[in-house]
Nanobody, 121 residues
Framework: QVTLVESGGASVQAGGSLQLSCASSGYLISMAWFRQAPGKEREAVAAIFGPGRRTYADSVKGRFTISRDMTQNYLYLQMDNLKPEDTAVYYC??????????????????WGQGTQVTVSS
């Protein structure tokens, strides 16, 4: 059984920074961050495969950085220059193998409980 536990969500002002963390109970090749704002569908933020291949949503390119510590089974999301539109519940997602469509929620088998990020203007 795989468990994912997110942490690091908080309330910040626009222009600020946050780092989200996701602790995994084991090593999983494909991991990603998704977010869901009230009344909106869950959307991909960033994904990472193995040690380094990364993909980002256009809305966060240049502001967010996804990374992982493979020795400790942690996934991170560094979020800089936050905007009010980044307000959402952020979820960590993972699956054991490589995925053909890394920015789709259906590609992932395991999900965390989510952590709230609120950005005020």
């Amino acid at each position: 059984q795989v468990t994912l536990v997110e942490s690091g969500g908080a309330s910040v002002q626009a222009g600020g920074s946050l780092q989200l963390s996701c602790a995994s109970s084991g090593y999983l090749i494909s991991m990603a961050w998704f977010r869901q704002a009230p009344g909106k569908e869950r959307e991909a933020v960033a994904a990472i495969f193995g040690p380094g291949r990364r993909t980002y949503a256009d809305s966060v390119k240049g502001r967010f950085t996804i990374s992982r510590d493979m020795t400790q089974n942690y996934l991170y999301l560094q979020m800089d220059n936050l905007k009010p539109e980044d307000t959402a519940v952020y979820y960590c997602a993972a699956t054991r193998g490589f995925v053909p469509e890394e920015m789709k929620p259906s590609s992932y088998d395991y999900w965390g409980q989510g952590t709230q990020v609120t950005v005020s203007s």
